[in-house]
């Protein structure tokens, strides 16, 4: 069946302006980039084989343009506008912290977070400096570590903070592994920054981990 033959309420396109993008699953939103699938699937079914066979979504996207062209059912079109796609997102993550508007959304972050740190291979650790309007002031990645972590010195953290003269600091690292989940060693130096923080009057608002899926506040788990 193709999926002009479905119920109006599953077809992609559909469901996505009923309900917005967040109700679609990986599958359907690949689907709309392909707009058909190969000789005797629909592009739904294409886009379940792609991100079975190339996935999760995290690896699928984070290919070059050339390798996402190669595989059955992209081409360099659908490849090209995927990456040109992917590049607006980050853009317009990016333009409300470069414009210097006030961050009122934590979310934000953490997905300005996920989008700068996501694609790195190995650990790495970054901080987000804002005024005491909460207005983004610099994005600075501090520490560099190997696949398995990076070690991080909470007087730099401070000496960054002093000379932006920031009120405010978020901090967020990357976990290669792919599983956000905070590990002990995450809990103590979030510990000892927002205590070397306090020292200068400046407030650790949040710590971000990077991993697959949605980016974990430390904050919202109450860790902080």
């Known amino acids: 069946m193709r999926i002009r033959d479905w119920p109006a309420g599953e077809r992609p396109r559909e469901k996505l302006l009923a309900h ?29 084989e792609l991100l079975a066979a190339h996935g999760p979504l995290r690896a699928l996207l984070d290919r070059p343009p050339r390798a996402l062209a190669r595989l059955p059912g992209v ?17 317009h993550l990016a333009a409300a912290l470069e414009r210097g508007e ?39 990645e501090l520490f560099t570590g190997t696949i398995d972590g990076a070690e991080v010195h909470p007087r730099e953290v401070v000496r960054r903070a002093l000379a932006h003269n920031a ?13 956000p989940d905070p590990s002990a060693a995450d809990r103590a130096i979030t510990a000892r920054l927002r205590q070397a923080l306090s020292l ?25």
Do not use: K
């Not at 081409?75 to 853009?91: D, H, I, S, T």
């Not at 997905?111 to 804002?130: G, M, S, T």
């Not at 009120?167 to 599983?179: E, M, Q, T």
């Open 20 to 48: 917005g993008a967040a109700a679609l699953s990986d599958a359907e939103l690949l689907a709309l980039f392909l707009g058909s699938g190969l000789r005797g699937r629909d592009a739904v079914q294409t886009a379940r």
């Open 102 to 140: 006030a961050l009122t959304d934590p979310a934000s972050a953490g997905r300005y977070f996920a989008r700068r740190l996501r694609p790195r291979l190995h650990e790495v650790f970054a901080a987000l400096f804002l005024d005491n309007r909460h207005r983004a002031l610099a994005f600075e």
């Open 75 to 91: 081409g360099p079109a659908r490849a090209c506008a995927l990456a040109a796609a992917l590049e607006l997102g980050n853009r």
């Open 200 to 224: 200068v009057e400046v407030r650790l608002l949040d710590h971000f981990v990077v991993g697959d899926g949605e980016p974990v506040s430390m904050a919202a788990r109450g860790l902080l």
């Open 167 to 179: 009120a405010a600091v978020i901090v967020g690292h990357n976990h290669p592994s792919g599983c």
